[in-house]
């Protein structure tokens, strides 16, 4: 989608579309999305007021299980949640330890009281929480919690900000769509107020190949539905930007993890 071109008619079916657009590329998606810090980690027992060994433990919208197998190791007792096909065989092939049943945070398939913890990594915006919400509230048990967390573009490093008006130039308004700012993710997590989050921002930074950096630039639905020729036109484009900046061919990616904590009464 270029920036003379408008939404589709239907933003639901679009929404859908984006949705969907990860199955058909999962292994890309394992392969190349950055991880998550252990101090994200310690910060969600902070703010659950418990630790994660031992604790009965949902990770919904668990992808390829890049946060359900740190939770895992972390000692949680994990079940993930995943509505894509193509994901969930991604998942399985990787982490085949670990419970996985399909679903979606709208309708969970699960019991009520059922867990400690509810966490979404990258996944709470495909939710509707005029639907989430509830049944968040629905499956923690008293004195539960949800975590709801996002890797998040540090605007403040320079040559970030640079790539980010780049891809903003390249797909909006479809990129800042399937990528809220950090205060829109915090104001949209419950619009109900049912739920009291906490925020808290932890920084961390990974170095990589400029390989891994655009594959995992082009992991995004956006890309993933911009047709092929031009996406990979805009991503040679951008390894010759992203060359200049790091001449070695390793890039300093940069993060700011956004994480909201809300507690059950």
Known sequence: MTATQSLPADPHAHHSARAESFNAAAAQYAAN??????????????LAGRSLRGARTV?????TGIATALLHARGADVLAVEP?????????RTLPHVPLVRGNGNALP????HADLLTYAQAWHWTDPARSVPEALR???????????????????????????????????????????ADARTERADPSGR???TRRTVRWSRRVPVD??????????????TPEDRRTAFLEEERTHLLTVFPDGLVEETYDVLLLVARKP
């Open 195 to 197: 739920l009291s989050f």
């Open 33 to 46: 999305r950055p991880s998550y810090p252990p101090a994200l980690f310690d910060a969600v027992e902070e």
């Open 59 to 63: 990770d919904v919208g668990a992808g």
């Open 110 to 113: 699960l019991a009520d009281a």
């Open 84 to 92: 894509g096909a193509g994901m969930a065989a991604e998942f399985r």
């Open 212 to 225: 891994t950096h655009l594959a995992n630039l082009g992991s995004h639905s956006a890309f993933l539905l």
């Open 139 to 181: 499956v923690l048990r008293p004195g539960g919690a949800l975590a709801l967390w996002w890797n998040t573009e540090a605007l403040d490093v320079e040559w970030i900000a640079r790539a980010a008006e780049r891809c903003a130039r390249f797909l909006v308004p479809d990129l800042t769509q399937a990528q809220p700012k």
